[in-house]
Nanobody, 122 residues
Framework: VQLQASGEGLVQAGGSLRLSCAAS????????MGWFRQAPGKEREFVAA????????YYADSVKGRFTISRDNAKNTVYLQMNSLKPEDSAVYYC????????????????WGQGTLVTVSS
């Protein structure tokens, strides 16, 4: 499975940005997907995850109510809609996959995409 993240951008605080992650294989539709982020000098942290059906989602407390994860299995793509962005959301964002969303929440992933940079100015 190859994951290609996109949506890199520079936005002002309070703005919005949408990240996309396209998967290379049709089996994407049976995998849970997630997003992580890593800011300079910090460890990579979980952001959001979604089950393969799209029916269950998980969020880190720091983004709950502002970010929305969704997926389009017909397009083998997962999205992360980020609203009300804050400077502390600035990081390299990575998409990842595993069979279960709960595993992703725990940091257990099978495949990673390359990162895409999000910068939020104050």
């Amino acid at each position: 499975v190859q994951l290609q993240a996109s949506g890199e951008g520079l936005v002002q605080a309070g703005g919005s940005l949408r990240l996309s992650c396209a998967a290379s294989r049709r089996t994407f539709s049976t995998y849970a997907m997630g997003w992580f982020r890593q800011a300079p000098g910090k460890e990579r942290e979980f952001v959001a995850a979604i089950s393969w059906t799209g029916g269950t989602t998980y969020y880190a407390d720091s983004v709950k109510g502002r970010f929305t994860i969704s997926r389009d299995n017909a397009k083998n793509t997962v999205y992360l809609q980020m609203n009300s962005l804050k400077p502390e959301d600035s990081a390299v964002y990575y998409c990842a996959t595993n069979e279960r969303a709960g595993s992703i929440v725990s940091g257990r992933t099978k495949y990673w995409g390359q990162g895409t940079l999000v910068t939020v100015s104050s």
